[in-house]
C-alpha cells in the first residue's frame, strides 16, 4: 500500500515542484556562515537566556538557528540569493530572519509589524534590520513607506485574521491589500505570501484560491506568488 501511495505522489506535480526546489536549494547553495559573522553571538547568548523555557508568545524565535535556516530556503525559493540587489518589504518581519539575510546578500530592506513582542525587536536590533511598527487591518491602506520596492513579500501570515470572530479575510480585503500593496511596488514587481493554515486548518477558501488566480497568482498550497505582478 505504501508503495503504491509513494508511486502516486510521485506522479502529482506538486512533488516534482518540492523536488525540484529541493534540488535547486542543493545545486545553488546558500551557506548560513558568513551570514552569521555580523551577528553579535554574546547578545545573542543572552537573549537566548532569558527566553529559554520561557512561555512568552514567540518565544520560540529565541533558538534563531532553525529560523536561518527556514528563511535562506525562502530565499533560495525567491533566487533572491541570485539576483541583482532589490528593494524589498516584508510584511509581518517578525524577528527579521528573512530580511538579515537579504540585507547580508546586499538587498536594501525594510520590514513592517506590530510591535508586540520584544524579542522581535531584540533580534530585528541584533540583525540590524530596520521596522516600521504599523498594524494591517482589513480595509485600511498601508502608511507612506516614503520609497517603492521591487518585492512585497509575508511569510507565515497572521494578518488575516478577524477576532473574535476567527474569520479569514475573503477576496474583498485581500483586493483591497492588493491593490494598496500596488501602490507600493516598482515597475515589474513582485509579490510573495506565504499562507499559515488557520482556523479549520486551511489556507483558503476554494473562493479565495480562485481570486487570486484571477489576479494572476502562481498558486501552490501556502505559496501565493504574483511573479508577473498583479492583474487587475
Ligand atoms: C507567525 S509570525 C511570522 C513572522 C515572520 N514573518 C516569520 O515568518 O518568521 C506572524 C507575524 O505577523 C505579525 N502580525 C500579526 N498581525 C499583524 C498585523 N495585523 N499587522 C502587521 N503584522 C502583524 C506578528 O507580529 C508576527 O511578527
Not at 520590514?111 to 487591518?137: C, K, M, S
Not at 480595509?139 to 513579500?153: A, H, R, S, V, Y
Not at 494598496?180 to 515597475?187: F, I, K
Amino acid at each position: 500500500m505504501k508503495i503504491w501511495h509513494k508511486i502516486g505522489k510521485l506522479a502529482q506535480p506538486l512533488t516534482y515542484r518540492r523536488a525540484w526546489r529541493r534540488a535547486q536549494r542543493f545545486i545553488f547553495r546558500l551557506p548560513l556562515g558568513p551570514l552569521r559573522t555580523d551577528i553579535d553571538q554574546e547578545r545573542l547568548r543572552e537573549i537566548q537566556q532569558r527566553y529559554a523555557g520561557s512561555t512568552a508568545k514567540y518565544a520560540k524565535y529565541a533558538n534563531v538557528d532553525p529560523w536561518l535556516r527556514l528563511n535562506r530556503e525562502r530565499v533560495q525559493d525567491l533566487k533572491l540569493h541570485r539576483s541583482a540587489p532589490k528593494r524589498v518589504l516584508d510584511l509581518g518581519c517578525g524577528g527579521g530572519f528573512f530580511l538579515f539575510i537579504l540585507k547580508k546578500l546586499g538587498h536594501s530592506v525594510l520590514g513592517l509589524d506590530i510591535d508586540q513582542a520584544p524579542l522581535f525587536a531584540e533580534l530585528l536590533d541584533v540583525f540590524d534590520v530596520p521596522r516600521v511598527v504599523w498594524r494591517i487591518n482589513a480595509f485600511e491602506p498601508l502608511p507612506d513607506l516614503g520609497q517603492k520596492f521591487d518585492w512585497i513579500t509575508a511569510f507565515s501570515i497572521n494578518f488575516n485574521l478577524h477576532y473574535p470572530g476567527e474569520r479569514l479575510w475573503g477576496p474583498a480585503e485581500w483586493d483591497f491589500l492588493l491593490r494598496d500593496l500596488q501602490r507600493h511596488l516598482a515597475p515589474a514587481g513582485k509579490i510573495f505570501f506565504g499562507l499559515n493554515p488557520s482556523f479549520g486548518g486551511n489556507y483558503y477558501t476554494p473562493e479565495l484560491r480562485d481570486f487570486f488566480l484571477r489576479r494572476g497568482a502562481d498558486v501552490e498550497r501556502a505559496r501565493i506568488f504574483f511573479d508577473r505582478g498583479v492583474r487587475f
